[in-house]
């Protein structure tokens, strides 16, 4: 697996978001679900976006649901799992 840069992450996460609402904030740590038109079906659809994105697999039971509301959580998140998958 080719390894990101976090700024490639939230880069990458931005667009996939930017393709969703219709307005993404500049607060990297602002709610997905506050401020935008993205409902929890949304964010399903964007997880599966980002897994399809970055050919990862995001366990949605193991991990907490808050740290993938945010730009900044899902960059945090990502990271760890690419770390974690070029590791092994």
Same mark, same amino acid.
């Given at each position: 697996?080719?390894k990101?840069? @976090?700024?490639?992450?939230r880069g990458?996460? #931005? #667009?996939l978001? +930017? @393709? #969703?609402?219709?307005?993404? !904030?500049?607060d990297?740590?602002a !709610?997905l ?6 409902? !929890?079906?949304?964010v399903?659809e964007?997880?599966l976006?980002? @897994?399809e994105?970055f050919?990862? +697999?995001?366990?949605?039971v ?6 993938l ?7 945090h998140h990502? +990271?760890m799992?690419m770390?974690? !998958?070029n590791?092994?």
């Open positions: 697996m080719k990101h840069s @976090e700024y490639e992450i990458a996460i #931005r #667009r978001i +930017s @393709e #969703r609402v219709d307005e993404v !904030s500049l990297d740590s !709610s679900l506050e401020g935008t038109n993205l409902d !929890s079906l949304g399903v964007l997880l976006a980002i @897994e994105e050919s990862i +697999s995001i366990d949605f193991a991990v907490d649901p808050e740290s509301l945010s730009i900044s959580g899902l960059t990502l +990271s799992l770390d974690e !998958s590791v092994g």
